[in-house]
Nanobody, 115 residues
Framework: QVQLVESGGGLVQPGGSLRLSCAAS????????MGWYRQAAGKERELVAR???????NYADSVKGRFTISRDNAKNTVYLQMNSLKPEDTAVYYC?????????WGQGTQVTVSS
């Protein structure tokens, strides 16, 4: 059974940093493209960043230069380093694994950027 568990969310002041983690079990994460998505209250879920099995990355324009996605295949974990956080980054953040036959989602972790 595939499980993705996010952690690392919380309350941070504008300009601060957080690192989110997504730990996978039941599947070898290194073979798959992984993504971080977010959903703010009243808005649709949107892509934040993706990383392929080869390590190539892409980012939403709104987070370029501030967020970095990375993976540690030995730990079966994907990370999202978030710097220079803004109030508009407030959302529930989800990780997604793009499987060969289906996609898998974690349960989400809340990030709140507020003074």
């Amino acid at each position: 059974q595939v499980q993705l568990v996010e952690s690392g969310g919380g309350l941070v002041q504008p300009g601060g940093s957080l690192r989110l983690s997504c730990a996978a079990s039941g599947i070898i994460l290194g073979f798959n493209t992984m993504g971080w998505y977010r959903q703010a209250a009243g808005k649709e879920r949107e892509l934040v960043a993706r990383i392929s099995s080869a390590g190539s990355t892409n980012y939403a324009d709104s987070v370029k230069g501030r967020f970095t996605i990375s993976r540690d295949n030995a730990k079966n974990t994907v990370y999202l380093q978030m710097n220079s956080l803004k109030p508009e980054d407030t959302a529930v953040y989800y990780c997604k694994l793009e499987g060969n036959w289906k996609d898998y989602w974690g349960q989400g972790t809340q990030v709140t950027v507020s003074s």
